[in-house]
């Protein structure tokens, strides 16, 4: 991808690939030299990918269609804050991380998260494969 490209994450790309989670949040994976992970604007929040070697990876990976990212690059993203919520013990915010990788597993058969397993701790990856297990029965 090019490096001034914005790409369409999180809640509104699984809108646009047909999820029926409702959400107002406007999320941009980007890349960004010398700014923080997390930018937030008025317009819609940035997750930038130059700032943390996860994301950096993740970047090179995304294959985008018309600015929004591809189911595999969600997956793996929606893990990472499935990760991330339960870390921070919000819950309630890792049961929708829980339910976006249910929709992704159901309509686009993505069921690996390569990337996030060199970055994980066992435990964490035992978590998401039983959500995706859950699912492939």
């Not at 819609?44 to 970047?59: C, Q, R, S």
């Not at 993203?77 to 990760?83: G, I, N, R, T």
Request: aromatic share 10%; proline share 3%.
């Amino acid at each position: 991808m090019k490096k001034d490209e914005k790409i369409l994450i999180g809640g509104a790309a699984l809108r646009r690939l047909g999820s029926d989670r409702h959400t107002d949040d406007m999320d941009y994976l980007v890349w960004l030299e010398n700014e923080p992970v997390f930018i937030h604007h008025a317009e819609g929040d940035e997750v930038n990918a130059a700032a943390h070697n996860f994301l950096a990876k993740i970047w090179k990976a995304c294959r985008p269609s018309e600015g929004v990212a591809d189911p595999q690059t969600l997956l793996e993203l929606k893990a990472w804050a499935f990760v991330n919520y339960c870390q921070n013990f919000d819950f309630r915010h890792a049961d929708k991380a829980e339910y976006d990788i249910k929709f992704l597993v159901r309509h686009f058969n993505v069921m690996e998260t390569p990337i996030l397993t060199k970055f994980a701790h066992a435990g964490e990856l035992a978590e998401v494969a039983k959500i995706i297990a859950s699912i492939r029965k």
